[in-house]
């Protein structure tokens, strides 16, 4: 087998091109090593860099608030998943469904549980009056007035309690 002395040294050219590159790259990983060691321990050149008008051109960063995100990335979805934007808005608005369902749900309930409360204290406003009635009859006014008259200020006193702490939480919300 015989060689041409033309692709031995095309050979050889190659040979030293991956030597190059080779230990181009040894080089350059080095060197990120050490750019990266002395950020770590000098975090004042980092906010330097970014200072400068050529660094903060090449770092970015995209943010959205929100439920969706921009047209644009919607797009971007679209071309790495088949139907990704169309899943997307379906899934934004599952989760709009839901949260509509838990919000009924949570003022119904409260709704509920006050108008049991309402409903409890004038059966036990009725009840204490029906007693106190009874013992008046008997002679007894004087227990059948501290009868009522617990029973009003306990009344008077959940109710202004209940305003009290409706007006602390609704200043308290932002």
């Given at each position: 087998?015989?060689?041409?002395?033309?692709?031995?040294?095309?050979?050889?050219?190659?040979?030293?091109?991956?030597?190059?590159?080779?230990?181009?790259?040894?080089?350059?990983?080095?060197?990120?090593?050490?750019i990266?060691?002395?950020?770590?321990?000098?975090?004042?050149?980092?906010?330097?860099?970014?200072?400068?008008?050529?660094?903060?051109?090449?770092?970015?960063?995209?943010?959205?608030?929100?439920p969706?995100?921009?047209?644009?990335?919607?797009?971007?979805?679209?071309?790495?998943?088949?139907?990704?934007?169309?899943?997307?808005?379906?899934?934004?608005?599952?989760?709009?469904?839901?949260?509509?369902?838990?919000t009924k749900?949570?003022?119904?309930?409260?709704?509920?549980k006050?108008?049991?409360?309402?409903?409890?204290?004038?059966?036990?406003?009725?009840?204490?009056?029906?007693?106190?009635?009874y013992?008046?009859g008997?002679?007894?006014t004087?227990?059948?007035?501290?009868?009522?008259t617990?029973?009003?200020?306990?009344?008077?006193?959940?109710?202004?309690?209940?305003?009290?702490?409706k007006?602390n939480?609704?200043?308290?919300?932002?």
């Amino acid at each position: 087998m015989e060689r041409h002395p033309e692709e031995e040294i095309r050979n050889s050219h190659l040979q030293e091109a991956e030597e190059a590159e080779a230990e181009a790259e040894a080089e350059a990983t080095e060197l990120v090593s050490k750019i990266e060691s002395e950020l770590v321990e000098n975090p004042i050149l980092v906010e330097r860099l970014l200072d400068r008008p050529k660094v903060m051109a090449i770092v970015s960063r995209t943010a959205f608030r929100g439920p969706l995100p921009p047209p644009a990335m919607l797009r971007e979805y679209n071309d790495i998943i088949p139907n990704g934007a169309e899943r997307i808005m379906a899934m934004s608005e599952k989760e709009q469904g839901h949260r509509h369902t838990v919000t009924k749900t949570a003022v119904g309930g409260s709704v509920q549980k006050d108008k049991r409360g309402q409903w409890m204290a004038y059966s036990i406003t009725l009840i204490i009056l029906a007693i106190a009635t009874y013992f008046a009859g008997k002679g007894q006014t004087v227990f059948a007035g501290t009868l009522i008259t617990i029973d009003l200020i306990g009344l008077a006193s959940v109710f202004a309690i209940g305003r009290i702490t409706k007006t602390n939480s609704d200043e308290e919300a932002p």
